[in-house]
């Protein structure tokens, strides 16, 4: 089951005035939001937030009933992140292989860190490479990753794949540790119209599989709940078209780009 988010009064004021402010949602297990808006008026900022990587300095936030900024390490074992530049990025060296083979493995110690089972714990070599298969197997499935569809099959480095496939990494890697809610930022970056409505369509499938999900993005698209920011007020629309307003004055780029390298993150 995914993870409802919730939030009142949620804010963060950095050295220049507010980046984001007098933010409230309310999002159902499984459910999508967007956050809309232009590059500088807090989306991402707002978006790292949530997933307890950037601590707020108004209001709060409960990521499936766990409290944010006071349970910040909780929240971000129980989320994954997309791509965030300077935050969550792929290592361009490394092949798609590669990369879902450490993930897998570095999911399965920390597993054991936190206590399986004995029975767990005692299986054999091949039994755990089996496990991570089948694991890694569904991810890729749920994302819609084919490698054999890649330029180099799985041995294809990720900077020679196209955006939409490096989405569907990320995601897939984010699914293999089995998250309660996926952050993503700047969906449409780079992305053709066609391709924009392939890469919601995925996160509709991820949030399917009950996974909830949080994109920023320039403009979703019909159905979504959106939260916009817009530099003067935040503006959240449910599925439904009902809207509720709140001031978000003197959020400006300055701030946002103060927020992100003074505010402490994961």
Not at 152 to 174: N, P, S
Not at 216 to 227: D, H, S
Request: net charge neutral; with cysteine.
């Amino acid at each position: 089951m995914g993870a409802a988010v919730v939030a009142e009064g949620f804010g963060l004021k950095g050295p220049r005035g507010w980046v984001f402010r007098d933010v409230g949602l309310d999002v159902p297990p499984g459910g999508i939001l967007a956050i809309e808006g232009a590059s500088g008026t807090g989306r991402t900022c707002l978006l790292l937030a949530l997933t307890g990587r950037m601590r707020p300095t108004a209001g709060w936030a409960e990521i499936d009933g766990l409290r944010v900024p006071r349970a910040m390490a909780a929240v971000r074992r129980i989320s994954a992140l997309g791509p965030v530049p300077g935050v969550s990025e792929l290592d361009p060296a490394l092949t798609v292989a590669e990369h879902l083979r450490e993930r897998a493995l570095l999911r399965r110690r920390f597993d054991a860190s936190l206590g399986g089972s004995l029975r767990a714990l005692l299986r054999s070599r091949a039994e755990r490479a089996d496990e991570v298969r089948t694991v890694t197997a569904d991810a890729k499935a749920a994302v819609g990753l084919d490698l054999a569809d890649l330029p180099k099959g799985e041995r294809t480095a990720v900077r020679d794949l196209e955006r939409l496939e490096a989405l569907r990494l990320f995601v897939a890697l984010a699914l293999l540790g089995r998250p309660r809610l996926i952050a993503v930022d700047d969906l449409g970056l780079g992305l053709s119209d066609a391709e924009r409505t392939v890469a919601w369509d995925l996160l509709r499938s991820v949030a399917a599989g009950g996974t909830t999900v949080v994109a920023v993005c320039a403009q979703a698209p019909a159905g979504i709940a959106t939260l916009r920011t817009a530099g003067t007020r935040l503006r959240t629309e449910d599925t439904a078209g009902d809207t509720t307003e709140g001031t978000t004055r003197d959020t400006t780029e300055e701030g946002t780009a103060d927020a992100l390298a003074g505010t402490g993150r994961a």
